[in-house]
């Protein structure tokens, strides 16, 4: 397709870059943001940008502007603070809704949205996208009602959808950014490379997998937003999953990036911490059926690119 693509969250992590890769490839980019992570300096000045929140009135952006298609990451994502604060959280679901009702008003037919691996829940080993879906916490029960919200508004409205289930998003996209409040794996590990603390926990080792840590499906945030774009084009409606297909353990995690990056990383083994499953791995045979789309990032390429971004700004 061609035309203008609103970004919602266009100013945080992933969507920062899906506005680049937009703009390489000829669309006029409009970004939504109420920047509680994102941060402007990460918006490419090409794309016209409005600080709003989605729960706002999103009238002007949908006057002023016209909106082919709809790209939603715009979303609260820490798992421990959503068992904490659901209040906050259901401005996920709300915000959805308000955004939604928009593109029927203003007759716009097509949304990506980012959902998670989060609305599988407890479950183990490779799944794919009709695995019953339980959440254990509210931020994936968040994005599974999001889902489900977007499948009736296509039902009633005619808007074309595809939901995009990612699973672990690692690595750089090109514009350093580096997490503010790390408490995902990968800023852990390059936290400790450029000795903002001190190690590594491994929460714990005696999980029944190839090392007794637990297994994840790293994707490349690069190769996360190509699948983005190649979604905009496809005549489907439906969820996909974004993987690999292949696992990392914690461990490994470590031991790769000692070799990669020439240096031991301190580490040592604690406790379990609650609700982690012990392996989860995508199935992606759809999104290469439907989206004609394989990862091309390796694990060791994500480590490589995020300690550049942390080496930079730490030096
Ligand atoms: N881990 C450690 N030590 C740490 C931090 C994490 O050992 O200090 C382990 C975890 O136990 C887990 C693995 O590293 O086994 C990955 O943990 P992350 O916190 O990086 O990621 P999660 O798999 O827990 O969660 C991610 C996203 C969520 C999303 C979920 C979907 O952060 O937003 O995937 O499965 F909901």
């Not at 407890?122 to 999001?146: I, M, Q, R, W």
């Not at 490379?193 to 490349?220: A, H, N, P, Q, S």
């Not at 379990?272 to 390429?301: F, H, M, Q, Y």
Request: aromatic share 10%.
């Amino acid at each position: 397709m061609t035309g203008t693509i609103l970004v919602t969250g266009g100013a945080g992590y992933i969507g920062s870059v899906a506005v680049k890769a937009l703009l390489k490839k000829n669309y006029d980019v409009v970004v939504i943001d109420n920047l509680s992570k994102g941060l402007k300096k990460l918006v490419d000045s090409k794309a016209k940008f409005y600080e709003l929140d989605l729960v706002d009135d999103l009238s002007k952006v949908f006057e002023e502007n016209k909106i082919d298609a709809v790209i939603h990451f715009a979303a609260y994502k820490a798992v421990e603070e959503s068992m904490e604060n659901a209040v906050k959280y259901s401005d996920n679901i709300s915000g959805t809704i308000n955004l939604l009702n928009c593109m029927v008003k203003y007759s716009v037919k097509k949304i990506i949205f980012s959902s998670s691996a989060a609305v599988y829940g407890e479950a183990n080993g490779v799944l794919s996208e009709n695995h019953d879906t339980n959440p254990c916490n509210y931020y994936g029960f968040t994005k599974l009602e999001c889902e489900k919200i977007i499948k009736w508004y296509s039902k009633v409205h005619g808007i074309g959808y595809v939901c995009l289930r990612y699973f672990n998003v690692a690595g750089d996209g090109g514009l350093r950014y580096l997490d503010p409040d790390a408490k995902n794996i990968f800023p852990i590990i390059m936290e400790v490379l450029v000795k903002k603390r001190e190690k590594v926990v491994i929460f714990g080792k005696d999980y029944d997998t190839r090392d007794g840590t637990c297994v994840r499906d790293y994707i490349d945030i690069n190769d996360l937003v190509d699948a983005h774009l190649l979604a905009l084009d496809v005549d489907y409606n439906g969820i996909i999953n974004l993987g690999t297909s292949k696992g990392a353990s914690v461990k490994e995690l470590v031991d790769w990036t000692s070799e990669v990056i020439g240096r031991q990383v301190p580490f040592e083994y604690g406790k379990r911490r609650a609700g982690d499953p012990a392996e989860l791995i995508a199935s992606n045979e759809k999104a290469l059926k439907i989206l004609n789309w394989k990862p091309k990032r390796t694990v060791k390429d994500m480590i490589k690119s995020t300690y550049d971004a942390y080496k930079e700004s730490f030096e």
